[in-house]
């Protein structure tokens, strides 16, 4: 893979995320996992490129994301959508979906990666907080996404390096 500056990416953001999604990939006590995320972003603030991804507290990943330092965004191409429902629905606490996914780990600027990606984004966590209720400008948002008050931890990483094949 080719290390690029996150100001040398020529993707859509919108469509790589939303349309295309993505394997957020961390890694604790020996423990590697990837969850597929259709919702995040990149952009810059504090003066450095970051992306954000948001995970709900009963996600094992969420769990991994608070012992560990640095995750990835791994995008891969669409022969492997049955590979992202799998790690959208199945639980890294009762299987290794690295395996199960027949994934090759690496590790990036110290995060843990996916082999098989087209792109790569290795972060380093800054920030991490959960949205409250009394934080929603629009009720609706609130009522609509989280019927069971499983409000979202969001995670604002910089980004350390993008890596492209």
């Given at each position: 893979?080719?290390?690029?500056?996150?100001?040398?990416?020529?993707?859509?953001?919108?469509?790589?995320?939303?349309?295309?999604?993505?394997?957020?990939?961390?890694?604790?006590?020996?423990?590697?996992?990837?969850?597929?995320?259709?919702?995040?972003?990149?952009?810059?603030?504090?003066?450095?490129?970051?992306?954000?991804?948001?995970?709900?507290?009963?996600?094992?990943?969420?769990?991994?994301?608070?012992?560990?330092?640095?995750?990835?965004?791994?995008?891969?191409?669409?022969?492997?959508r049955k590979e992202y429902s799998y790690c959208g629905s199945a639980s890294g606490r009762?299987?290794?979906?690295?395996?199960?996914?027949?994934?090759?780990?690496?590790?990036?600027?110290?995060?843990?990666?996916?082999?098989?990606?087209?792109?790569?984004?290795?972060?380093?966590?800054?920030?991490?907080?959960?949205?409250?209720p009394e934080s929603f400008l629009d009720p609706c948002v609130d009522t609509a996404n989280?019927?069971?008050?499983?409000?979202?931890?969001?995670?604002?990483?910089?980004?350390?390096?993008?890596?492209?094949?």
């Amino acid at each position: 893979m080719q290390k690029l500056s996150p100001y040398e990416l020529a993707q859509n953001p919108f469509a790589l995320i939303g349309k295309q999604w993505t394997l957020i990939t961390t890694k604790a006590a020996n423990k590697t996992n990837a969850m597929t995320a259709s919702w995040g972003g990149v952009g810059i603030l504090w003066n450095k490129p970051v992306a954000t991804v948001y995970i709900r507290p009963q996600r094992f990943t969420q769990e991994l994301m608070e012992k560990s330092e640095r995750f990835s965004l791994c995008f891969l191409d669409d022969t492997f959508r049955k590979e992202y429902s799998y790690c959208g629905s199945a639980s890294g606490r009762d299987q290794d979906k690295m395996a199960a996914c027949s994934f090759t780990e690496i590790s990036l600027d110290g995060a843990p990666a996916i082999g098989q990606s087209e792109l790569i984004l290795t972060c380093r966590k800054l920030y991490c907080q959960r949205f409250t209720p009394e934080s929603f400008l629009d009720p609706c948002v609130d009522t609509a996404n989280y019927p069971n008050h499983d409000y979202h931890y969001m995670y604002i990483g910089e980004i350390l390096g993008a890596y492209q094949k």
